[in-house]
């Protein structure tokens, strides 16, 4: 077995609810890594300076799909501690769904026989939560998705991935070449340094188009309704089917919160829970 | 002018060779268009040649490198994150975090300019100012530290330190001895040079006796550039800059200031008691601290403009968001009230102001043009834009701008520094009159 090959791919992303959570930010907001891609590259980091895995990691590749204005999440990748870059060039505003990023993945994976793929488990913009899953699907790999802790066996093969349930951690133990999408609590990303910046400059960039890598990012889903402009979390109804048949997406409102109620005491929740039918 | 330029360029073009970074050789109409409209701040020269800037096309102020906008993400996530939250306890306990201090360094902030080969970060001038101005908007007393330790005492060492105090001393500030600038004296502030701090040659080196007063970053320091006279025959020109290690035989802090705002900096009375310090430890040549300290205040300006336009900011951007999200009165945000959006709109343009002051100062300075005047016009309008707009945030966020919580009230307090350090606004007006009588008088 040799050393790791990694691929980490990152989206640019932009946060939509402030600070406050009263508002949407739009104009002048900056765009930023996706919160769950920056704990991939620190775990991917992390392999090769903890030399967790056996062999060592030969090299760590970021890839993104996105406008040119991407390639600065890719610095900033760079800066983190990956190689080199990949950079598939899309116009501003497309979007591009799920499906057709698993797609280009797969193609970068046989291109640059990557054997470890971490991935950020959703985005925080349309939350389809489906990359990871679709990519090991289209390649026939194992996955384990949500993962708070990743460790490797003596073997240089076996992967053991913990995952934070309800109740508890569940622990999944698998082999390479492996899917892994990363949790909130997997790692705490490092803050880029100011040499580690200047380094990064020096790091290589490769554009390359979808039509090179074979895909065709031509949209499968079509969108019924929007509603409401901006405050509401878009939900995804409607998943499709790997085989690429079309399906639809309703983006909807969730149901308004209801305010909370406080009680004095014991007696005062369970007389509370009673009223409910809770108990 | 530009036949010197002309005469300067072949050498501007060795140096900037040898950062390895594609700049001025190949400034030209095919510039346009790439990244880097603005070349000059990807260069990592730091001696004051002239540029010939001439065919690079002209950029907004605001167009800022690809490093530099990396310097401000970077920065502006550390600050809000880490040091965010301890703002308002290192202001109350008046003293710094020390792993605040730990991670500055960590993060290559004490090293901004300093060349990769001495372990910093070999960034541009902007690069710092547009680090210290993030740092600001969270905290002006962490960017105050950051600033004098980059463009004073690192600048000094790295434009006038010999081979030996370079290579002991560079590796060092980046990455784990805050330093320290020691000019002023209970006697001599604005008047710089009237320092009383002696200097006496002995067999070995040099003995220090004299006292200084306001030093900032004193308590975390560990390297001390020390203005003293050598020969007070010959006046200010016996003025020259040396090196002292804390620890020396004869050094001590005498007292620790209690202050208005920037609590959390340090701000002590040193002692130097016979300091005796080994010839190596000579900053420059003799007779020539004067000339160093005039030079580095003129840049240091830029940095404290930085840091005053980083307040303005962060105290603007903490009212509004409160005035624009939280606060209600007679049914309405209050920031919907046309009087207070008329005084937002008028802070957040004098701020733009400001801004523009500073970043074409840093930009001038980079090009290697004469930015005396640029500097003192920046530090003065971004500390009195600083005052102000502190001071209506407070009044914008009413009972919440008062009290100690957040950071209304601190900002306003901060801003005071403003005026008074590393050159009084009376100074900053006085040397922009000289100039600009120079330039206008006929005699």
Same mark, same amino acid.
């Given at each position: 077995?040799?050393?790791?090959?990694?691929?980490?791919?990152?989206?640019?992303?932009?946060?939509?609810?402030?600070?406050?959570?009263?508002?949407?930010?739009?104009?002048?907001?900056?765009?930023?890594?996706?919160?769950?891609?920056?704990?991939?590259?620190?775990?991917?980091?992390?392999?090769?300076?903890?030399?967790?895995?056996?062999?060592?990691?030969?090299?760590?590749?970021?890839?993104?799909?996105?406008?040119? *204005?991407?390639?600065?999440?890719?610095?900033?990748?760079?800066?983190?501690?990956?190689?080199?870059?990949?950079?598939?060039?899309?116009?501003?505003?497309?979007?591009?769904?799920?499906?057709? +990023?698993?797609?280009?993945?797969?193609?970068?994976?046989?291109?640059? *026989?990557?054997?470890?793929?971490?991935?950020?488990?959703?985005?925080?913009?349309?939350?389809?939560?489906?990359?990871?899953?679709?990519?090991?699907?289209?390649?026939?790999?194992?996955?384990?998705?949500?993962?708070? *802790? +990743?460790?490797?066996?003596?073997?240089?093969?076996?992967?053991?991935?913990?995952?934070?349930?309800?109740?508890?951690?569940?622990?999944?133990?698998?082999?390479?070449?492996?899917?892994?999408?990363?949790?909130?609590?997997?790692?705490?990303?490092?803050?880029?340094?100011?040499?580690?910046?200047?380094?990064?400059?020096?790091?290589?960039?490769?554009?390359?188009?979808?039509?090179?890598?074979?895909?065709?990012?031509?949209?499968?889903?079509?969108?019924?309704?929007?509603?409401?402009?901006?405050?509401?979390?878009?939900?995804?109804?409607?998943?499709?089917?790997?085989?690429?048949?079309?399906?639809?997406?309703?983006?909807?409102?969730?149901?308004?919160?209801?305010?909370?109620?406080?009680?004095?005491?014991?007696?005062?929740?369970?007389? *509370?829970?009673?009223?409910?039918?809770?108990? | 002018?530009?036949?010197?330029?002309?005469?300067?360029?072949?050498?501007?073009?060795?140096?900037?060779?040898?950062?390895? #970074?594609?700049?001025?050789?190949?400034?030209?109409?095919?510039?346009?268009?790439?990244?880097?409209?603005?070349?000059?701040?990807?260069?990592? $020269?730091? #001696?004051?040649?002239?540029?010939?800037?001439?065919?690079?096309?002209?950029?907004?102020?605001?167009?800022?490198?690809?490093?530099?906008?990396?310097?401000?993400?970077?920065?502006?996530?550390?600050?809000?994150?880490?040091?965010?939250?301890?703002?308002?306890?290192?202001?109350?306990?008046?003293?710094?975090?020390?792993?605040?201090?730990?991670?500055?360094?960590?993060?290559?902030?004490?090293?901004?300019?300093?060349?990769?080969?001495?372990?910093?970060?070999?960034?541009? !001038?902007?690069?710092?100012?547009?680090?210290?101005?993030?740092?600001?908007?969270?905290?002006?007393?962490?960017?105050?530290?950051?600033?004098?330790?980059?463009?004073?005492?690192?600048? %000094?060492?790295?434009?006038?330190?010999?081979?030996?105090?370079?290579?002991?001393?560079?590796?060092?500030?980046?990455?784990?001895?805050?330093?320290?600038?020691?000019?002023?004296?209970?006697?001599?502030?604005?008047?710089?040079? %009237?320092?009383?701090?002696?200097?006496?040659?002995?067999?070995?080196?040099?003995?220090?006796?004299?006292? /200084?007063?306001?030093?900032?970053?004193?308590?975390?320091?560990?390297? !001390?550039?020390?203005?003293?006279?050598?020969?007070?025959?010959?006046?200010?020109?016996?003025?020259?800059?040396?090196?002292?290690?804390?620890?020396?035989?004869?050094?001590?802090?005498?007292?620790?200031?209690?202050?208005?705002?920037?609590?959390?900096?340090?701000?002590?009375?040193?002692?130097?008691?016979?300091?005796?310090?080994?010839?190596?430890?000579?900053?420059?040549?003799?007779?020539?601290?004067?000339? @160093?300290?005039?030079?580095?205040?003129? =840049?240091?300006?830029?940095?404290?403009?930085?840091?005053?336009?980083?307040?303005?900011?962060?105290? !603007?951007?903490?009212?509004?968001? @409160?005035?624009?999200?939280?606060?209600?009165?007679?049914?309405?945000?209050?920031?919907?009230?046309?009087?207070?959006?008329?005084?937002?709109?008028?802070?957040?343009?004098?701020?733009?102001?400001?801004?523009?002051?500073?970043?074409?100062? %840093? $930009?001038?300075?980079?090009?290697? =043009?004469?930015?005396?005047?640029? %500097?003192?016009?920046?530090?003065?309008?971004?500390?009195?834009?600083?005052? #102000?707009?502190?001071?209506?945030?407070?009044?914008?966020?009413?009972?919440?701008?008062?009290?100690?919580?957040?950071?209304?009230?601190?900002?306003?307090?901060?801003? /005071?520094?403003?005026?008074?350090?590393?050159?009084?606004?009376?100074?900053?007006?006085?040397?922009?009159?000289?100039?600009?009588?120079?330039?206008?008088?006929?005699?």
């Amino acid at each position: 077995m040799s050393a790791l090959r990694i691929l980490v791919p990152v989206k640019r992303v932009k946060p939509r609810v402030n600070k406050a959570q009263t508002a949407v930010e739009t104009a002048g907001v900056k765009h930023s890594m996706n919160p769950f891609d920056e704990l991939s590259i620190e775990e991917s980091v992390r392999i090769r300076e903890k030399k967790s895995y056996p062999h060592g990691v030969s090299e760590i590749i970021a890839f993104t799909c996105g406008p040119p *204005k991407s390639a600065d999440i890719l610095r900033t990748a760079m800066a983190m501690g990956a190689d080199r870059s990949i950079h598939v060039e899309t116009k501003e505003g497309d979007e591009i769904e799920p499906l057709s +990023v698993a797609k280009l993945l797969r193609a970068v994976v046989q291109k640059e *026989k990557v054997d470890l793929v971490v991935l950020g488990k959703q985005s925080i913009d349309d939350d389809a939560g489906q990359t990871g899953q679709m990519l090991a699907g289209l390649l026939g790999w194992a996955q384990a998705t949500q993962a708070s *802790k +990743v460790s490797f066996e003596g073997d240089g093969k076996g992967v053991v991935v913990e995952k934070e349930v309800d109740g508890g951690t569940e622990t999944t133990r698998s082999h390479l070449p492996m899917v892994v999408t990363a949790d909130l609590r997997l790692n705490e990303p490092r803050y880029a340094s100011l040499p580690n910046i200047m380094k990064a400059k020096k790091k290589k960039i490769e554009k390359i188009t979808a039509e090179e890598l074979g895909v065709d990012l031509g949209k499968r889903l079509k969108t019924l309704k929007v509603i409401g402009k901006w405050k509401w979390k878009r939900k995804w109804i409607l998943n499709m089917g790997l085989d690429g048949t079309s399906a639809n997406t309703i983006f909807a409102e969730p149901p308004p919160r209801q305010g909370g109620g406080k009680v004095e005491d014991v007696d005062g929740m369970i007389t *509370k829970l009673k009223e409910l039918g809770a108990i | 002018m530009s036949s010197i330029i002309k005469t300067l360029r072949p050498a501007v073009q060795r140096a900037t060779a040898y950062t390895a #970074r594609p700049a001025l050789r190949t400034a030209g109409v095919r510039r346009i268009g790439q990244q880097h409209a603005r070349p000059l701040s990807s260069t990592a $020269r730091r #001696r004051n040649e002239a540029v010939d800037i001439s065919e690079v096309p002209p950029t907004p102020i605001t167009h800022l490198s690809e490093i530099e906008v990396a310097m401000a993400d970077s920065v502006s996530k550390f600050a809000n994150d880490i040091i965010g939250p301890k703002v308002r306890e290192m202001d109350e306990n008046e003293a710094m975090d020390p792993t605040v201090v730990e991670q500055l360094f960590e993060q290559g902030l004490m090293g901004v300019e300093i060349p990769e080969e001495y372990g910093g970060a070999g960034m541009n !001038f902007t690069a710092a100012i547009v680090g210290i101005e993030e740092l600001a908007r969270v905290d002006p007393s962490v960017s105050v530290m950051v600033d004098v330790h980059n463009t004073l005492v690192n600048t %000094a060492v790295l434009r006038y330190g010999s081979t030996e105090l370079k290579k002991k001393w560079l590796p060092r500030l980046a990455t784990d001895t805050v330093g320290s600038f020691c000019l002023s004296e209970p006697i001599s502030g604005s008047d710089a040079f %009237a320092l009383a701090t002696k200097a006496t040659k002995t067999d070995s080196g040099y003995k220090i006796s004299g006292g /200084k007063m306001w030093i900032t970053n004193s308590v975390e320091a560990n390297f !001390f550039i020390v203005f003293a006279n050598l020969d007070h025959s010959k006046g200010y020109k016996g003025i020259t800059a040396f090196v002292v290690e804390k620890g020396t035989k004869g050094f001590s802090i005498a007292k620790k200031e209690k202050k208005l705002g920037i609590k959390a900096s340090s701000t002590c009375v040193l002692n130097f008691d016979d300091v005796e310090i080994p010839k190596g430890n000579l900053l420059g040549e003799e007779g020539q601290g004067y000339k @160093y300290a005039i030079a580095l205040l003129n =840049e240091g300006r830029i940095g404290i403009a930085a840091q005053m336009t980083g307040l303005a900011l962060g105290a !603007f951007e903490n009212a509004a968001k @409160y005035v624009w999200n939280d606060r209600k009165q007679f049914g309405q945000l209050v920031g919907d009230f046309q009087g207070m959006q008329h005084q937002i709109a008028q802070s957040y343009t004098e701020i733009a102001a400001a801004r523009a002051l500073v970043y074409n100062a %840093a $930009r001038k300075k980079e090009a290697g =043009e004469d930015f005396v005047q640029d %500097a003192a016009m920046a530090k003065l309008y971004a500390s009195q834009v600083a005052g #102000r707009v502190s001071g209506l945030a407070i009044e914008w966020m009413g009972g919440m701008g008062f009290v100690r919580e957040g950071i209304a009230e601190k900002m306003w307090r901060d801003s /005071k520094i403003g005026a008074i350090y590393e050159g009084t606004s009376n100074i900053q007006l006085t040397t922009i009159a000289k100039l600009l009588k120079k330039q206008y008088s006929t005699s």
